[in-house]
């Protein structure tokens, strides 16, 4: 998917993925750090379809989601906020009792977990 980029992000899109793959979240592709993992996930809650970038099961049963984004600094908008604790929230409640922590992902290769 081209996840709503411009279309001069979308020519970078290589690029970033690259810098994510490599950069403070790649232990999320790693097979020795997580269980289980997809991509594209679709989850229904309260009402909503919800689909996340990338949902990981850590081995010590932590779930992660991961929310790619372009820009430099999501967590300074708080519209992106949001959006990744209401993942929280559908996480939260399609597994009781999981730990859930929630992330970006940015094409700089940052990883920037989310209260």
């Not at 979308?10 to 750090?33: H, N, Q, S, T, Y």
């Not at 081995?59 to 967590?75: F, I, N, Q, T």
Request: net charge negative.
């Amino acid at each position: 998917r081209d996840h709503g980029l411009a279309p001069a992000e979308l020519a970078e899109a290589p690029a970033m993925a690259a810098r994510i793959l490599a950069g403070d979240g790649a232990w999320a592709w790693r097979e020795d750090a997580i269980a289980w993992a997809g991509n594209e996930v679709e989850l229904h809650h309260e009402g909503e379809l919800l689909r996340l970038d990338r949902l990981v099961r850590a081995h010590d049963g932590a779930w992660w989601v991961l929310d790619y984004k372009s820009a430099a600094r999501p967590e300074r908008d708080a519209a992106l906020l949001e959006q990744l604790r209401r993942y929280r929230r559908a996480v939260q409640a399609a597994c009781p009792g999981a730990p859930v922590q929630v992330a970006f992902l940015t094409g700089q290769g940052r990883l920037v977990e989310v209260e």
